[in-house]
């Protein structure tokens, strides 16, 4: 996938790219307003990560040049303002996904590969692994051609695995994209264990050995 | 001063008086012997009338002399003061002496008599006077103390500036203006400081993300120990506690800077059922809920998101762990219960900026003084309450509908 990273401080635009890079993306970088608007002119992406804060200008008018030339790309805002109004006007303006800095890069690439996942933007519906295969539209999971029924937050919890391969996830992490704000509650990660425990039954055999512990206290998904 | 002056012709007064009462006394004296004198020569000498007049012969003439004397008063069973004059006088019937007396007023009555006179003169002036001036200053210094009021009713809340009565008095006006450019100087610092908070705020969230970022790009392409990550999965949690403070603290300005203006009708009972459902993946506890099907209250719905969650968070978070949470709810108010131990030192605080009870929980100290802004915001009522006998905590709002 091509991806345009659109963000006016270097340090978090050169960690973006390191992230998305692993999954064997082609990420391009965008540091102001004028090098965007060039970019996305010139070549042709399936995502722009746009910061809504360019040193130069909006992000927001980025994204107002991409609607009205109809390019076929999707776009997920990050954007330093929580407030629900920016977030409204985003999506508003056609934005795919909005998230708050600070976020986990693994939420990120867990909301890029959403976008891309919708169909639009020349992903699929489609997501295999080994002998997994999830369909994202239906929602179904097949182990080995043989659907599995898993409960909402076990589904999450698988394609947030297999969207982030090979990459630690803390405990951490996890629970805010289980449970988003509300993961503060939380007084210890005994959740987590559970539905991580009752994914890994459901996932039989094989499967069961891609959730891996890693570090003692976090999970990577990965195959031998 | 003006009582020394006061006392001085008081006095004065009372000489004066009682001089006068004296010459008076001592000239009817005179004025009695020398008819007496007459009488005597004519050969009617009249009878001694005890006290007031003694008439008898002696043998030699003495010196007429005044002179005061006490005599006792049988009809008043009292002794009495009176003057008396004693004069001799040689006759053709030979020397007789002459003594009329008068019963003199007495120093006290005279003093006593002034002292009178004088306290009601300044009794009823004063009375005057303070009438008068009450009055007279009541509308000189009305301007004043309308400025007063004013300042005293002066709010951060309300936008509009105070406008001061232009009034007659050149001091006062001078006053009025400086107060309005101290309030608009206050208004304008205390509007900066409410940006500076929100701005500030918001700019930590861009090195928040970088730092998050590159966290977790070391783990992901290093290899490093068990200990390095723990110690970097430390910082994350860090960094997610500075997160939740700054967007706590974004929230908060945003309600002082009005941001919330789009009240709608809640409905509590899906509201709150919604909520709970939210609560009941990530809590063991069991809820009991009692909403009245038609509860209700308008307000902003992310605001009322916040607030239902911080005080729903609240209940799950310091409950005991698989306890009840109670939860009701009307058109008139909601009220949240749960079974907690630990008794709240100072539960007059709770609703306090960065009030934190004991240092056990991660907590901002910004959920429940959030709770109180909104319900300032809306006019609401918050109140803690703590039943011992149950060891239940309860927060009620009470929408003053």
């Known amino acids: 996938m091509k991806i345009l990273i659109a963000e006016d401080e270097k340090a978090l635009q050169s960690s973006i790219q390191t992230y998305l890079d692993r999954d064997g993306n082609v990420c391009e970088v965008a540091s102001d307003f004028y090098e965007a608007q060039q970019k996305i002119a010139l070549y042709d992406y399936d995502i722009i990560v746009l910061d809504v804060n360019l040193d130069t200008g909006s992000g927001l008018e980025i994204l107002r040049i991409i609607k009205k030339e109809q390019k076929k790309v999707g776009v997920v805002i990050i954007s330093a303002n929580s407030s629900l109004e920016d977030k409204l006007e985003g999506l508003d303006l056609g934005a795919d996904d909005y998230i708050t800095k600070p976020f986990h890069l693994a939420e990120l690439n867990s909301r890029i590969k959403a976008v891309l996942r919708r169909g639009k933007f020349g992903g699929s519906d489609t997501i295999e692994f080994h002998e997994i295969r999830v369909n994202t539209s239906s929602r179904t999971v097949y182990v080995e051609d043989k659907a599995i029924t898993l409960t909402r937050k076990e589904y999450d919890l698988l394609l947030f695995f297999i969207s982030n391969q090979g990459r630690v996830l803390s405990k951490g992490i996890i629970a805010e994209h289980l449970w988003g704000d509300n993961s503060d509650l939380l007084d210890n990660f005994d959740f987590i264990y559970v539905h991580i425990n009752n994914l890994r039954k459901k996932l039989k055999g094989a499967g069961a050995r891609y959730i891996k512990t890693a570090y003692g206290s976090g999970y990577k998904f990965i195959a031998e | ?401």
């Open chain 2, 1 to 401: 001063m003006s009582s020394a002056l006061l006392l001085l012709t008081a006095a004065a007064l009372f000489i004066y008086t009682k001089n006068l009462l004296d010459n008076a006394i001592e000239e009817e004296l005179y004025s009695q012997v020398a008819f007496i004198e007459q009488n005597i020569e004519q050969g009617k000498a009249p009878k001694t009338i005890q006290p007031i007049l003694s008439i008898k012969q002696i043998t030699d003439i003495r010196p007429t002399q005044v002179r005061d004397t006490m005599i006792y008063d049988p009809r008043q069973d009292e002794v009495e003061l009176f003057r008396e004059l004693s004069k001799s006088t040689k006759t053709v019937n030979g020397v007789y002496e002459i003594k009329v007396r008068v019963l003199v007023v007495e120093s006290e009555d005279i003093f006593m008599g002034i002292a009178i006179s004088f306290l009601s003169i300044l009794a009823i002036a004063f009375l005057i006077l303070f009438f008068i001036n009450k009055s007279r200053n009541e509308k000189l210094w009305y301007p004043f103390f309308s400025s007063l009021n004013k300042l005293k009713n002066f709010s951060f809340d309300t936008k509009e500036p105070i406008v001061f009565e232009l009034s007659k008095i050149q001091e006062f006006n001078d006053l009025n203006n400086g107060l309005n450019e101290l309030v608009t100087k206050i208004r304008s610092d205390y509007n900066n400081l409410k940006q500076f908070t929100e701005d500030v705020s918001h700019e930590a969230q861009t090195p928040l993300a970088i730092i998050q970022a590159k966290i977790e790009n070391i783990i992901n392409e290093n290899d490093i120990s068990d200990k390095q990550y723990e110690e970097l999965s430390s910082i994350q949690e860090d960094i997610k506690r500075l997160t939740q403070l700054n967007q706590r603290l974004i929230l908060l300005a945003k309600i002082d800077n009005d941001q919330f203006a789009n009240p709608k009708a809640i409905n509590l009972n899906q509201f709150i059922s919604g909520r709970v459902k939210d609560f009941q993946g990530i809590s063991k506890n069991t809820f009991q809920i009692e909403v009245t099907e038609d509860a209700h209250v308008k307000m902003d719905p992310y605001l009322a998101e916040v607030l239902f969650n911080n005080l729903l968070g609240n209940a799950i978070k310091y409950s005991q762990p698989e306890s009840e949470i109670h939860i009701k709810a009307n058109t008139l108010m909601f009220r949240v219960s749960n079974i907690g131990a630990t008794l709240i030192d100072n539960p007059e605080k709770i609703f306090e900026r960065f009030y934190k009870e004991g240092a056990t929980k991660k907590a901002t100290g910004l959920g429940l003084s959030i709770v109180n802004k909104i319900c300032k915001y809306y006019s609401f009522t918050p109140s803690y309450r703590f039943l011992e006998s149950e060891q239940l905590h309860s927060f009620q709002i009470d929408f003053n509908e």
